[in-house]
């Protein structure tokens, strides 16, 4: 399938990345089973779209070792698209070779979180993202690339960052055959001002090709800055269940937007989402059984739906 079929421009497409972004952080990763259970009961409910994993060390990184079961789970489900984040070429090779609808890898927008987080420079972050694109391809089933840039709202180490910077990576990104530009608050810095004003310049920038808008709730402005996406025209949103997540490179970083609160925004701004509140919220369950420590964020879990639209939904 296109691009265009995954990620059509007219309707908003929601994606759940509780199971790669959501567990980078955690003291204790579900179980196998469990993930896959999680990626099924969130399917029921109606969410299509998994970030699943990263291809990286199983020895550093071994929430992830599973990443592979839990692409063939999502691509098990009919109309499911799952992603896997890679950072370098052996990793590119390994998600192409598992056969994952679609790739990530990351741009900072900042040269200091590039070097912190990749150990590299900017410019060397875009001739992997060139390099992902030349592997895809030459590969069978050619996924979609996606190329994420992160701090692209602030950075936790430079602070401030400009945004024709951001713009002028998103630019680069296109050039090197990506798909799908991302547009990452990785540690919540912005406001909904800000993100409204980066979005419509990248969503014009981008032209036809689409503009994901990852946030992260850091200071409690995930939902107004979504909000303020998708008044400038952004049609693809990140979300963990339960608000999981952060940036193990990014001092200060903690969760994402949560998942079930952005489903909310979406319906009462008349997108409509396909996705039942009430069975997704019921997810979380696995969460607390299998990581009972961890802290969930979420104003539906905490109060329910307004009377009025839970009448609606029955």
Known sequence: ???KDIYPAS???LREVGLRDGLQLVKTSPSTEAKQRWIRDEYAAGVRHFEVGSFLPANT???FADVRDMIQTVASLPGAHGVALVLNERGANDALESGVAEIASVVSATEAHSQANANRSREAAIANVRRLCELRDASPHKPI???AISMALGCSITGDVDPNEVLRLVE???EAGVDVVGIADTVG???PKQVGDLTWAAVRLAGPKPICVHLHDTRGMGIANASAALDAGARI???SLGGLGGCPFAPGATGNVVFEDLVFLCESKGFATGIDIDELVAVRQILRE???NEPLYGGLARAGLPRATAARAA
């Open 1 to 3: 399938m296109s691009t």
């Open 172 to 174: 680069k990104c296109f």
């Open 61 to 63: 990184f071994p929430q």
């Open 237 to 239: 949103l990140d979300g």
């Open 290 to 292: 299998q990581m009972p």
């Open 11 to 13: 309707r908003v497409t």
């Open 189 to 191: 810095y912005a406001g």
């Open 145 to 147: 690339v996606h190329a």
